[in-house]
């Protein structure tokens, strides 16, 4: 049995079976890459996002059902997720965002959508436009932001150009809708130190946010990161803190909190450094026993919501 939750289990407790994230591209860009508020784009954001842009120009239906038939005969699976993954997917006029949403809930076999974005383009507007979809094809609904630090000179030297109180505005408007939130955070960033892994941990907490993706800072060719890493003017942490902060997190994080992953999987010509060099499921199995060893499970230190310092004068039901 996992020590944490793992978003596997999840998906087959909401669902009965296994589900499976059919990615999808839009022919989009980010406001931090087109000049609206920077044209520099995270420091470790490569130029090709994801990696999916080839299919931009392909109709969204027609993306679907090309994943749709290679994983469904593979892992013998019937239902499967849209997963709008490059750069920001609400970032374009809203006509354009609500037929690419409707466009993806007309394909057999969808019983969810998950919109990767950041939280300075999350927008009543656009939620309404969720929230339509989502009673008309009763489909599920998940926002993927990213956060990446609770630091806020973290978030300044990674250019991000929003700061945690966007996320906060973000995240508190999301939940107001009941959708799904799903938060990425780099837990080994070498500006951030162990409490402020715990503070992400904290934060993402005490926020509407249902899920979590924890991954190691990746070194992509042609970043402005690849250019500092090379010249040695960044270092990169070694595994093993990587190790003690996602278990330091996990400890500290709700425990309902669906971890959808505790280790970026990247691989291609294109990566120079992640993962300190180690396949993810080494790292994963480095996490396992860390775990194990400490006898740490996931929400094991959860103990600061809810006003814990009056708690021994609150009704017996309340405690």
């Not at 409707?102 to 019983?111: D, K, P, R």
Request: with cysteine; aromatic share 10%.
């Amino acid at each position: 049995m996992s020590r944490f939750r793992t978003f596997s289990d999840a998906l087959k407790e909401k669902y009965g079976e296994k589900v499976y994230k059919v990615p999808i591209a839009l022919a989009r860009t980010c406001p931090n890459r087109d000049g609206l508020i920077s044209d520099e784009g995270c420091i470790f954001c490569g130029s090709i996002g994801a990696g999916y842009e080839k299919k931009a120009d392909v109709p969204v239906k027609e993306q679907l059902l090309e994943g749709i038939s290679h994983i469904g005969p593979k892992y013998k699976a019937k239902k499967f997720i849209a997963y709008f993954l490059n750069f920001t997917n609400t970032y374009m006029p809203l006509d354009v965002f609500e037929k690419s949403m409707e466009e993806a809930c007309q394909v057999e076999g969808i019983v969810a959508l998950d919109i990767s974005t950041r939280p300075d383009c999350i927008n009543d507007a656009y939620l309404e436009v969720l929230d339509r979809i989502r009673q008309t094809y009763h489909v599920d609904i998940t926002v993927e932001l990213g956060l990446q630090s609770a630091n806020a000179h973290t978030l300044a030297i990674l250019n991000r150009c929003h700061t945690v109180a966007e996320f906060i505005d973000a995240a508190l408007h999301i939940g107001r809708y009941g959708f799904g939130l799903c938060t990425h955070i780099i837990a080994d960033l070498p500006w951030d130190d162990r409490l402020d892994v715990v503070e992400a941990a904290k934060l993402v907490s005490v926020l509407p946010v249902t899920e979590v993706k924890l991954h190691s800072l990746f070194v992509v060719k042609g970043t402005r990161l690849a250019e500092e890493f090379e010249a040695g003017r960044v270092r990169l942490l070694p595994l093993d803190e990587y190790i003690h902060r996602v278990v330091l997190f996990l400890a500290y994080v709700r425990p309902d909190i669906v971890m959808q992953r505790i280790v970026g999987r990247a691989a291609g010509e294109n990566i120079l450094k992640v993962n300190g060099g180690e396949p993810w499921w080494v790292v994963r199995d480095m996490i396992d026993a860390e775990m194990e060893q400490k006898n740490i499970y996931q929400g094991t230190m959860c103990r600061y919501i809810n006003g814990p310092a009056v708690r021994q004068f609150a009704p017996a039901e309340e405690k």
